[in-house]
């Protein structure tokens, strides 16, 4: 960047549109690359200041009269020294409009350029001079100055960065179209050795559909044969399936004869077994016999009850009990004589009312005084509900 490129920003700082990093640079350029810069920024510096003392005289509004003497009036002053802000150069003995002598009368320094202003200012005297009204002056210009630039100055970054978005949206836009381009001129000959491709496959289709009508028409007559033959052997089938439901019929009814002679071989087995052990029990040398009387609502009804009691064991014979209706059965019960009921096992009777049981005495149930029959639901229950049908003492 040449010394004529840096003028810019020559003028930027002038006007205190700069940021800190950007102020930096101007000050480098100025002192150190480019020296002929500080005559740039002396005509700036006047320049603003002829601005400043061009503007008509508006007195300020007391709220920021009142804010610009509260920053005045804070900035520390130190008699004979410069103000804060204000940079000396070669040659100047002063701010503009000092007195050459700290005792002497007001006189302006001669070949001396008034150094730029930083805010905030410096207290002034108390003796407002023609100078201190004309750096008032000076400043209020550079405030309305600085605040006319500052959005000018953000506008101009933001044209700036809309104007390289809108170049990179357009190189995109451009590259888009590009690759567009270049896919549909791909996509074109793909195309057309697609279609080239479908118009032979289109050909072999047509040839292969000649030969499956050919095949079809041989399989319709071949089909027409074979429904033929099918409704001979359909009926042939149909005899065939009648004889297979007869011979499953037959098979049905034997096989429920065979469950009802094996239910009839296991009433029988159990009958065997019950009657061996009451054989066996009749003979041994503790058997006790005790009759079981009918209640009221069988009184021809008995029953005989033999106790082994070397085996601990009862084998009931009863005779002319009523058969009950289904869901119903005989309950046999041990009764203690602490009148403990227990129960013994159920029992049902055939069509001439007899029926058999042989129940095990449980141990350690005390002294047995009773032994009864009741009628109870299917299975048994664990304390009687229904009425005495036998009733004996033991």
């Not at 009508?213 to 089909?223: F, H, I, M």
């Not at 096989?255 to 071989?265: E, I, P, Y």
């Not at 019950?274 to 054989?279: D, K, L, P, S, V």
Request: net charge negative.
């Amino acid at each position: 960047m040449t010394c004529d490129d840096r003028s810019d920003l020559v003028l930027l700082r002038t006007l205190g549109g700069l940021s800190g990093e950007e102020e930096a640079a101007a000050r480098r350029a100025i002192e150190q690359e480019c020296p002929p810069l500080t005559d740039v920024e002396a005509e700036a510096e006047a320049t603003l200041a002829q601005i400043a003392l061009s503007l008509p005289a508006t007195a300020p509004s007391d709220q920021v009269r009142a804010a610009f003497l509260a920053r005045v009036a804070a900035e520390p002053r130190t008699s004979g020294a410069a103000p804060a802000g204000t940079s000396a150069r070669p040659g100047a003995a002063g701010p503009v409009g000092a007195a050459s002598s700290s005792n002497g009368p007001s006189a302006w320094t001669p070949n001396v350029r008034p150094t730029r202003p930083s805010l905030p200012f410096p207290a002034p005297a108390p003796a407002r001079s023609a100078w201190g009204m004309a750096v008032v002056a000076t400043a209020a210009a550079l405030l309305a100055v600085l605040v006319v630039w500052a959005p000018f100055h953000q506008q101009l970054a933001s044209a700036r960065l809309e104007a390289e978005t809108a170049k990179h949206d357009s190189d995109s836009a451009r590259q888009h179209a590009e690759q567009l381009a270049t896919r549909l001129a791909a996509a074109d000959a793909e195309l057309h050795q697609t279609q080239a491709s479908l118009e032979t496959k289109s050909a072999a289709v047509a040839s292969q559909m000649a030969e499956l009508k050919n095949l079809l028409a041989t399989a319709k007559e071949e089909l027409a044969k074979r429904d033929a033959r099918l409704a001979s052997e359909e009926s042939a089938l149909q005899d065939a399936r009648r004889d297979t439901q007869h011979s499953q019929e037959l098979a049905t009814a034997m096989s429920a004869r065979l469950d009802a002679l094996a239910k009839q071989h296991q009433v029988l087995t159990e009958l065997i077994a019950q009657t061996e052990a009451t054989m066996t029990a009749m003979r041994s040398p503790q058997l006790k016999i005790i009759d079981l009387a009918g209640g009221a609502t069988q009184p021809k009804a008995w029953a005989r009850l033999f106790w082994d009691q070397q085996r601990q064991v009862w084998h009931l014979l009863a005779v002319n009990l009523a058969p009950l209706p289904q869901g119903k059965t005989y309950e046999l019960w041990f009764i203690t004589a602490a009148q403990q009921k227990i129960a013994a096992g159920t029992f049902t009777v055939d069509a001439r009312g007899a029926g058999m049981l042989v129940a095990a005495i449980p141990p350690n149930i005390g002294v047995l005084a009773l032994a009864a029959v009741t009628d109870e639901p299917a299975g048994g229950v664990v304390a009687p509900t229904g009425a005495v049908q036998l009733l004996g003492s033991l």
